[in-house]
């Protein structure tokens, strides 16, 4: 489950900004969720409520929101824009990119002039949107 | 806001020495130096993993002949021991397929791995760097706290040139240098050594060419026993910071 790594990461960040910001508690943490790296929804959240709920800290009763983001694409070479969910892709070549999602450039390329240059516009990952706190 | 790199420091704090090999130049021995040196101290009877960092031309696992494995999911990615180090590369995602990467994907990709990878307790973590000091050196020094490294060249006066830009940049950032190694040595001269002193960087050793390396590319017994993994034992051995001790 690499997922629980990413949520330990979102847990740090929190902590963190709890800290530089000299807040007493974090309420509430917002997540975008992007298509590219596949996370498991439902893991995820069970992953961060157990980080959250396994000691007493500043951040043990915030609240987690995630919100997905769909992963748009973009050629460098000739513009073309193109969502991530119609790559034709196989089942390792879709879980390569759930581990690493810049292996996209590996498997995918332009549906227009075929180029592995592209860039993703949105949706690559886990991204921490807001983290709210007093 | 990234959330991965808060969690970075967490993943590297129970290893003791984190040594990047890393070059001006490209082919200069960069990777078969990390891999024989992660092989060399594997068989001292430390604890080695080996992380190949250079996702544009990995090359550690053809010259370890490392296929066929792949890592283990706990709470994160675990790499599999392979010759008794436990190695992690972009070859397990890319296959044998090109990962045409720009700057800005190499940065997120060295930062995904740094995140997720658990490597538990080790002596030593050797870091196989690409050439030059591009986004994933930079990524390294910015990332992995109390990186030290260990930088290669060849008795090029090219090769030379470039690799003091490296240990300038290197020093200003206070960034430690374990020693500069000059590789595929072949006449008797002084000249990098004198060059290296200059700069006040601690000159590590020479090794010389080896026309057998070749054939023992591929195979981790073989390469044991070649002259060059004779003269970077030596290297090894006379040198201090390839002791764990904590904190270097
Ligand atoms: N001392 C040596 N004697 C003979 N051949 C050597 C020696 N050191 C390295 N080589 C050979 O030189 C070639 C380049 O080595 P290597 O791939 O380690 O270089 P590199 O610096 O990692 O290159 P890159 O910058 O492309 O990653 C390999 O074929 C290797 O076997
Ligand atoms: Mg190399
Ligand atoms: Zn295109």
Redesign the interface.
């Not at chain 2, 999911?73 to 990615?77: A, F, P, Q, R, Y």
């Not at chain 2, 397990?92 to 296959?95: F, L, N, P, T, V």
């Given at each position: 489950m690499h997922e629980w790594a990413l949520a330990e990461g979102v847990i740090s960040t929190a902590l963190e900004v709890a800290e530089r910001e000299g807040l007493s508690e974090i309420t509430a943490i917002k997540i975008k969720m992007g298509e590219l790296q596949q996370i498991d929804l439902e893991i995820f959240e069970l992953a961060l409520r157990e980080i959250r709920q396994s000691q007493m800290s500043m951040v043990t009763n915030a609240t987690a929101e995630l919100e997905k983001e769909a992963a748009v694409l973009k050629c460098r070479v000739c513009g073309r824009e193109w969502a991530f969910g119609d790559a034709p892709l196989a089942d390792e070549e879709r879980e390569s990119i759930h581990f690493l999602p810049e292996i996209a450039h590996t498997y995918i390329t332009c549906p227009g002039c075929k180029s592995p240059d592209f860039q993703f516009v949105k949706g690559r990952g886990v991204w921490i949107d807001s983290i709210v706190g007093r | 806001?990234?959330?991965?790199?808060?969690?970075i420091g967490?993943r590297f704090k129970d290893i003791k020495r984190l040594i990047a090999v890393a070059g001006g130049k490209g082919g200069i021995g960069k990777s078969m130096i990390a891999s024989t040196l992660a092989l060399i101290l594997s068989d001292l009877g430390y604890s080695v993993g080996l992380l190949d960092l250079d996702?544009c031309g990995p090359s550690t696992h053809a010259i370890l002949g490392i296929d066929g494995v792949y890592p283990e999911?706990?709470?994160?990615?675990v790499p599999p021991q392979v010759h008794g180090i436990k190695f992690l590369s972009?070859v397990?995602?890319?296959?044998d397929?090109?990962?045409?990467?720009?700057g800005?994907?190499?940065s997120?990709?060295v930062i995904?791995?740094l995140?997720?990878t658990?490597w538990g307790s080790l002596d030593f973590l050797i870091v196989d760097m690409p050439p030059g000091i591009g986004d994933a050196t930079l990524d390294t020094v910015r990332l992995i706290k109390g990186v030290e490294f260990l930088v290669i060249t060849t008795p090029s006066k090219v090769a030379l040139e470039t690799v003091g830009k490296t240990l300038r940049i290197l020093k200003e950032m206070s960034i430690p240098i374990i020693g500069v190694i000059e590789n595929m040595k072949m006449a008797e001269s002084s000249y990098v050594r004198e060059q290296i002193r200059k700069i006040d960087v601690p000159f590590g050793g020479e090794i010389a060419f080896d026309r057998e390396l070749e054939d023992s590319v591929g195979n981790a017994v073989r390469l044991l026993e070649t002259d060059f993994a004779q003269n970077l034992k030596q290297i090894v051995l006379s040198t201090p910071a390839f002791k764990p001790q904590d904190g270097g």
């Open positions: - | 806001m990234d959330p991965r790199p808060a969690i967490e996702f999911e706990d709470k994160g990615i972009i397990y995602y890319a296959g397929n090109p990962s045409p990467l720009r800005i994907d190499i997120n990709a995904e791995l995140a997720i658990r």
